[in-house]
């Protein structure tokens, strides 16, 4: 079904371009030549503008034959560090990235299965659904492009979000509401040889409440972690301010919500007995979210697979993407895997085999009436 070759080639083309968040300008310029060589203009939004970036969400629409609503497809532009200098390197039915960078198949995998399925169905002038495409800029931190995108442009009911990590036939149903939080303990400096008791020691205060808060899976749904600790000046002075950098994660919105005020309660009370101060900022990054598997997307998902003869398996993750934005803005969606393993990391790696697997399930998902 899908061109092997054609895929593998713009796979690898597309993980040599260096892409990282807010740099995303010749990801862009890429992908928007790879769809004008199919006759489909992408628009561009200023997102970009938002954060500094260079580059902008690609929102894209292809008329189809086949009657009912249009289909999204996304991926993101974007990719983590290292990722400067990628090189693809190709071992059997495996490929790697040298070793000093990501390969980049986040979410190059996504974007290269997606364009790959466009240009299938076209020039096989197969009988499709009506397509709409995005790809997005600045995912990898926290979903910013999709959170200024106009989601008021999207015409589907249903979509499909290609980047999760694992083989072909794998969706997750859900996923986290993510908090980050950072905490200001101040104190009152003194000098910790001659006059220790007439300072306020931050870092003891701020200890205090770290230590009373529990850490790790607090259920079976959320995890909390303190993931930075700092402060002080000097050995011999009692330290006057204290940073405390963590976040909260929850398959349940309100349930993270409790847990950000259970933090903001422990902090005040242990700051309360030192006589210390203490400012606490938080910021909602990703909102939790649950697809219904009697839904259309899943419905789909599983049609296509069957008719691959690819088994599907539903997960829950505790890692965000842009659906949790997507679902956000009221279409059911899923995110679906592209083939990609090891993520986020120089191991990264990806097999032919899965790739050309994903494809054509997409295939499927846009030609399934």
């Known amino acids: 079904m899908t061109n092997k070759k ?7 083309s597309l993980t040599a371009i260096d892409s990282p968040s807010f740099c995303e300008r010749k990801m862009a310029e890429r992908i928007s030549s790879l769809f004008a060589e199919m006759g489909i203009a992408l628009e561009e939004d200023d997102a970009g503008r938002h954060y500094g970036g260079n580059a902008g969400n690609l929102y894209g629409f292809l008329k189809g034959s086949i009657e009912g609503s249009p289909v999204l497809f996304s991926a993101h532009m974007d990719t983590v560090e290292p990722g400067k200098g990628k090189k693809a390197v190709i071992s059997g039915d495996k490929i790697t990235s040298a070793g000093n960078t990501v390969l980049g198949a986040d979410d190059c995998a996504g974007i290269a299965e997606i364009a790959e399925a466009v240009r299938y169905i076209k020039e096989n002038k197969i009988p499709h659904r009506d397509i709409e495409l995005l790809f997005t800029i600045g995912e990898e931190v926290f979903i910013k492009g999709s959170d200024v995108f106009d989601f008021s ?36 400096a003194a000098h910790a040889g001659f006059e220790p008791e007439n300072g306020i020691n931050a870092t003891a205060a701020a200890a205090l409440a770290v230590s009373e808060l529990k850490q790790g899976h607090i259920d079976d749904i959320s995890t909390l972690n303190i993931g930075m600790f700092s402060g002080g000046s000097a050995i011999n002075i009692v330290p006057d301010e204290c940073r405390i950098k963590g976040e909260i994660r929850s398959l349940k919105h309100e349930r993270a919500l409790e847990l950000i005020e ?40 599983e049609k296509a697979c069957g008719a691959l003869d690819i088994e599907t398996e539903y997960i829950s993750t505790f890692g965000g993407s842009d659906n949790n934005n997507i679902v956000k803005n009221g279409i059911d969606s899923v995110v679906i895997s592209c083939g990609m393993q090891n993520v986020h990391s120089c191991d990264e790696y990806i097999n032919i085999s899965e790739l050309v697997k994903c494809t054509e399930i997409v295939i499927k998902l846009m030609t399934t009436k």
């Open 6 to 12: 054609r895929l593998l080639d713009e796979f690898i």
């Open 153 to 188: 442009k999207i015409r589907s009911e249903y979509g499909y979000v290609l980047d999760l990590s694992g083989n072909a036939g794998i969706a997750a149903l859900s996923a986290p509401s993510l908090i980050s939080f950072e905490i200001t303990v101040k104190g009152k």
């Open 262 to 301: 259970e933090v903001k309660k422990c902090f005040y009370e242990a700051c309360g007995k030192f006589g210390a101060d203490c400012d606490i900022k938080y910021n909602i990054d990703l909102t939790a979210y649950s697809a219904d598997k009697g839904g259309r997307a899943v419905k789909h998902f």
